[in-house]
Structure formats: structure tokens, C-alpha cells
């Protein structure tokens, strides 16, 4: 039975709303209000496990459609790997999870319904080391594995529909005026902030709580959640307006990092864990948020030169990405290519120094590196991906298909991006019809299920007579005809 229009949007703001206040939220233009399923019977006030599944992806969907998520598998990778060790240490239940890496520059994660968890690249280039970064993701497992979107729903019912109409409009207004759109919310959700304050107070003393004993569970510093709350308080105090996200949407006090603090003093100091891929992943994201890598470059060749670096590998590694970035490929080849000869069987330093190589041209070269890592790593993801580029960029197509197809066929989570670049190597070799395929596979998985069913219709036509081809077409078409029908449904 569909709700009548008022409350359908009722419900859809109440679940934004609650992602705002209960987890470190996405800004308003990420998510459209009226494209998120509605909450089912008027009369209800508890999220089904499957309600909140439906919702969760609908906003991910979102967020991807908006080119919101980083895919790229060496940074996703990472973040799904924390989240999964991090997991791993936890007294969790089964549940699924979904970890992804939000493409914004502000200091934030979020929790979504269904287990769905982003991390704003621009959080981890504010850390200084991988605990803190740990100490957030295990706060966010808290608040979906507590279930508190489900319990603070009840709460959310009780505004009323001047204020929810006001909220849907802001977010609406913020797909073009995010600023605004959130001054509009902060107004707006005044009156109600009052009957959550009290309520969602409970929710991140519990996460808080809960989160240190994951970190401490799973080998991490359980200092560093306050540790990282206290830094950005100290910071809040000399930014006015321009304060942390983290802060505006998760208030923090010296109450709660006082009671942080007490929770941590339970556990034993932790040893310090590995950080290399951490630093290798907060090198790529700071050049990748970088509009000026050449300057970027300056700055931490400065701060190398004067003796300032806390870490001069994660300096010298950063500092040959902004110089690549920037077109100076000789004196960024010199750097990397240490890098290599430090430590070969570093996956990131190989597939860096292959991608500067395939920049320059240098294809058997950029080849050569990532063949010698396969012998070591034979269906690393990141490996491959970059190798099948690599064969396109040299035009050798079916080099490239092979490489893809392997990424594919050997990886639980392959990158949507892989599947793009397997259409474009189809295409050179003239199989359209598998070329479509590929593309519609893309599609399907950053959450365009109508344009991903638009590319398998073309396919049949291309197919012809081969049986194996359409076959395979077929059996897609009906699963992503299914999931627009479930979609349509929401």
C-alpha cells in the first residue's frame, strides 16, 4: 500500500535527517530526497533489516550517480579492508556491510541504513596515522550494529510536516546550493533538535564506547578516538565558520572526550601497527583532492628540505605523486624508482612508476614492472587493472581483455571501473555485442539499472547467432529488469 505523497516525504526526510544527527553525514546535495524508497505503513515506527537494506542502497545509489565514490581499487580496497579488519575484531552478529570512499574534501564519515558506511577522502588526509582513521570507521560500525537509525526512527516520526517540507526543499536546494541547502536545514530542524539532543547523546556515548573496544580488539590505539575528537576540537576554535564537518553534523565536548578518555584508560597500551599502506593511501588522496599539485610539490619538498617531515618515506612517496601529477615525470621517475628498488614487492610503488612510464609512453617498461609483480601477486587487482590499461593505452587490445577479464574473474570486489575498460578493449576488437555487455556490467554496478538495461537491450541486437554471447546477455537482462522492478517499488 503507497503512503499518500505528504508522508511518503515525511519518511524520507525523517531517514536523512537521522543519518545527519546519528553518524557523521553526507551533505544534502549527495543524497535526492525523492528518489529514496518510502517507509512503508503510515502506522509503523520501526525499520525492517530489509527496509533499511532497500533505503541504504538507494542513497549509495545515489551518492554514486552524483560521482560521489571513489572506485579505484588501490584507495577502495583500503577502506573496505579497515572496515573488514575491524569487523573481524568486533562481537558482531552477521550483518552486511558495505565500506566506500566518499570523493569530498571536508573531514566526515556517515552511516547509512543497511549497513552502508563512507569515508570523506578528505578525513584521512586530516589524520596523522591509521589508528585514527580506524577510530572513526569503528564509531560508524557502532552506530549501524546498535541499530540506532531503527531506534531513533520513533523520535524522527514526531516532526511535523512544516519542518519536514522545509527539509526536503534544502535538500533538494542543495543539488545546487549545498551551502545553502544546509543553512536552510539548521534552521528549519531548530525546534527539533531539542527532542533528539538528549536521545542521540545516548547513541554516541554507546558508539563511542562500543567503537574503543573494537580498536583496542583489533590491535589499535584505543587513545586515538579522543586523541583525533581532541584535535579537532582544539582546531574548531581557530576555523569560526569553517570548523570540521565532523564537528557541525557530530558535536563534540570535553564531556564526551573526558568519558573517551576514561573508556581507553580500561585497556593496556597498544603496540604501533604497520602504517605503509595507510600513508601510501593518504599520499594518493592528498594529490588526487589536490586543484594544484605543483604547489603541493613545493610544499612538501619544502618541508623535506627544511627537516620538518615526521615521515619522509610518506613525504618523498607524496612528493613523487604532485610532481607526476604536475607533468615533471623525470624528477618524479627518480623518486618512485627508489621506491621500487627500497622495497619490490610493493605493489604501490610498481604500479606508480608503471602508470608515470605508460604517461611517457614507455610501454614496455611500464609492462615490464607489472609482469615482475604478477609473479609475485598473480590476480591482485590492482596489478591487472593497471596492466590492461596499460595494453590499451599501447594498443594491444586483447592483451588488455585478457588482463581485465582475469581482474574480474578472480576478484569478489571488482572495481565497476574494470568492467568500463573491458568494454573499451571489446570494442577495439570489434565485439560490440560484448562491448555492451561490459558497459551495461558498469552501469549495473555504480546504480544505473536503466542504463545498464538500455546497454544489454543493444547487445541482443549485436549477438547475431552466437548462442554464448546471448545467452549470457539474457540471463543479465532479467536480473537488472528485476532490480529496476524492485527499484520502482521503493
Known sequence: MHLPRFARTKRIANVVALSAALSLSPTPAMVEASSLPDMGDASGSVLTPEREQRIGKAMWRQLHQAGK?????????????LGYRLLAAGEYGPRDFTFFLVDAP???????????????????????????????????????????????????????LPMTAAVIAAILLGAQNPQLAEATIAATTAGAAQMQLDFTRAHEKEADRLGIDTLAAAGYDPRSMAGFFRKLEEQSRYYGSGVPEFLRTHPVNQSRIADAEGRARVFPDSSSQPQTDYWITKARLEVHLSDDPA?????VDSRLDAGRSTNRHADRFTLALALRASGELGAARKILKAFVEEAPERIAYRTELARLEMEDERYDLASQLLETGLELYPDNPELLLALGEIHLHAEAPEKA????ERAIRTNLDTAPETYKHLSRAEAALGHEAASRLALGE????????????????AAQDYAGNDFYIASRIGARLKQFKREAELESQD
Open 442 to 457: 558498469y552501469y549495473f554496478r555504480i546504480g544505473e539499472t536503466h542504463s545498464a538495461i538500455d546497454q544489454l537491450t
Open 69 to 81: 565514490i571513489i572506485d579505484a581499487p588501490e584507495l577502495a580496497g583500503y577502506v573496505r579492508s
Open 106 to 160: 571536508s573531514i566526515n564519515a556517515f552511516a547509512m541504513p543497511g549497513g552502508y558506511i563512507g569515508i570523506h577522502a578528505g578525513l584521512i588526509t586530516a589524520t596523522q596515522n591509521e589508528d585514527e582513521v580506524a577510530a572513526v570507521m569503528a564509531h560508524e560500525i557502532a552506530h549501524v550494529t546498535q541499530n540506532h537509525l531503527a531506534r531513533g526512527y520513533e523520535k524522527a516520526n514526531r516532526m511535523n
Open 401 to 404: 581483455r585478457r588482463r581485465f
Open 295 to 299: 604547489a603541493l610539490a613545493r610544499r
